[in-house]
């Protein structure tokens, strides 16, 4: 395999929380606010805000379950999937109270798109009916709806909207793979296809850099990719010891840094990328 396009000295912690009160307990979600901060959510259900220097934590709400995805709304409402209720949880910034938003039909909800343009929120399950993982729709407003995207995957996990709007990245974890799901103009859901393949060996989350790579974050080995149409796929960051990169599982941008949750340890984990602009 070649060479990362990082170092892992561009990788640091950015927030230690495992003696710290709340506990940065194994994260797996994790996404950036408006003012900067960095959430994340916990394996006890925590939902919490980083400071945007990494200078403190507090508890924002929680579930008493297992928090997996999580992303914000334009007004700062936080959509938070629950492994231990099967639901989907949404914390209100004008009551700061975090309450089941939904949970129709849904078995293993793991990451949320909110799609404010077309009114909708979908999220991964990654393990459906009769085990055939897929992606729900709801309301936005109402919280109503059910399964969008019936066709059979391998283990829904995370999924980042296209750039253009049009249509759903989602990581496929047993494949290992990426596919892309259209959104149709009548709101339903196109054929799906495989844009990514050979993402080894789990790979669990993805996002969208403001250039339009795709960045593919891996459970197994702690990895994170980097994809361009043009460049293939390419490792961008590795840590063999899985220490300062730890399982990394979800993953956000803010500027030049990369934030990555690790379901292997107890922090949050920075990563510069303003190396790649000198990269030829």
């Known amino acids: 395999m070649a060479k990362p396009l990082l170092d892992i000295s561009a990788a640091r912690v950015f927030f230690d929380g495992i003696f710290t009160?709340?506990?940065?307990?194994?994260?797996?979600?994790?996404?950036?606010h408006l003012d900067g901060s960095i959430w994340c959510g916990t394996e006890t259900g925590d939902l919490l805000r980083l400071a945007a220097d990494g200078g403190s934590v507090e508890r924002m709400g929680g579930t008493d379950g297992f928090l997996l995805g999580i992303a914000f709304d334009s007004a700062g409402n936080c959509f938070a999937c629950d492994l231990r209720h099967a639901a989907i949880f949404r914390w209100d910034v004008a009551t700061a109270r975090m309450e089941r938003f939904a949970s129709a039909g849904i078995r293993v909800p793991n990451y949320p798109i909110v799609d404010e343009a077309r009114g909708w929120l979908f999220v991964s399950d990654s393990v459906g009916q009769d085990n055939r993982s897929g992606i729900f729709r709801?309301?936005?407003?109402?919280g109503e709806g059910g399964l969008w995207c019936s066709e059979p995957?391998?283990?829904?996990?995370?999924?980042a909207m296209a750039p253009d709007g049009c249509g759903l990245y989602v990581v496929e974890s047993d494949a290992p793979c990426v596919s892309y799901v259209p959104v149709l103009s009548d709101g339903t859901a196109g054929a799906r296809e495989i844009v990514v393949e050979g993402v080894h060996n789990v790979?669990?989350?993805?996002?969208?850099a403001p250039d339009g790579s795709l960045f593919i974050s891996c459970y197994e080995p702690s990895r994170i990719y980097r994809w361009q149409k043009n460049r293939g796929l390419e490792v961008l960051i590795e840590d063999p010891a899985a220490t300062t990169l730890a399982h990394p599982t979800n993953i956000a941008f803010k500027g030049d840094k990369l934030y990555t949750a690790n379901l292997g340890r107890w922090h949050i984990t920075e990563i510069d990328l303003s190396l790649l602009q000198q990269e030829k």
């Open 21 to 32: 009160s709340p506990r940065v307990a194994h994260p797996e979600g994790v996404a950036v």
């Open 138 to 142: 709801y309301d936005l407003k109402t």
């Open 153 to 159: 995957m391998s283990f829904a996990n995370g999924m």
């Open 203 to 208: 790979p669990d989350g993805v996002a969208f």
